[in-house]
T-cell receptor
Framework: DTGVSQDPRHKITKRGQNVTFRCDPI?????LYWYRQTLGQGPEFLTY????????KSRLLSDRFSAERPKGSFSTLEIQRTEQGDSAMYLCASSKRTGGNYNEQFFGPGTRLTVL | SQQGEEDPQALSIQEGENATMNCSYK?????LQWYRQNSGRGLVHLILIRSNEREKHSGRLRVTLDTSKKSSSLLITASRAADTASYFC????????????FGSGTRLQVQP
């Protein structure tokens, strides 16, 4: 257990439905990242926050995806009008500045989304 | 898109043997990290090597970095069945981008 929690762990939904995932990072970590991982591949970056500010978004993050971190603590990732291609593991990670650098990222267990 | 490739894609060895995994990347990096992922779980950070370092050790792990060849290797010595997992290299690019870029991973199976 890295200290990063995600909820739910599994989500099955029908195509066209909206889903929302939550991530609770390690409390003193001011950076929070979302990644997506499909079977047999490494994680791919979606977006990251420094405190409550969303500082970078991947072009993988289509208009149907939105992420928030309203108080600089937990974050939510919402997918609207889900498609079968959205089926993946959604990973959250957090990090803090150590010695002037952000290095190690601590990952949560992930939310596995299946879109039927 | 993935930053680089890992080689081999899959590796099966006997307990007690050493396992070597290689990673290649494409752009200048600030650091390179190795992560481990057990099946269906999150990733766990193993070791980080900075662009100005050539070799680093942590317990049974040894990482090398060759920036001229844009490649790294991870050696696990005296492997155990519990080392069975997928191993990913991840790079932090030198461009100011803050997110890690992962390779496609090596799936290691250690037979007891």
């Amino acid at each position: 257990d890295t200290g990063v929690s995600q909820d739910p762990r599994h989500k099955i939904t029908k195509r066209g439905q909206n889903v929302t995932f939550r991530c609770d990072p390690i409390s003193e970590h001011n950076r929070l990242y979302w990644y997506r991982q499909t079977l047999g591949q490494g994680p791919e970056f979606l977006t990251y926050f420094q405190n409550e500010a969303q500082l970078e978004k991947s072009r993988l993050l289509s208009d149907r995806f939105s992420a928030e971190r309203p108080k600089g603590s937990f974050s939510t990732l919402e997918i609207q009008r889900t498609e079968q291609g959205d089926s993946a593991m959604y990973l959250c990670a957090s990090s803090k500045r150590t010695g002037g650098n952000y290095n190690e990222q601590f990952f949560g267990p992930g939310t596995r989304l299946t879109v039927l | 898109s993935q930053q680089g490739e890992e080689d081999p894609q899959a590796l099966s060895i006997q307990e007690g043997e050493n396992a070597t995994m290689n990673c290649s990347y494409k752009t200048s990096i600030n650091n390179l990290q190795w992560y481990r992922q057990n099946s269906g779980r999150g990733l766990v950070h193993l070791i980080l090597i900075r662009s100005n370092e050539r070799e680093k050790h942590s317990g049974r792990l040894r990482v090398t970095l060759d920036t001229s060849k844009k490649s790294s290797s991870l050696l696990i010595t005296a492997s155990r069945a519990a080392d069975t997992a997928s191993y990913f290299c991840a790079t932090l690019m030198d461009t100011g981008r803050r997110a890690l870029t992962f390779g496609s991973g090596t799936r290691l199976q250690v037979q007891p």
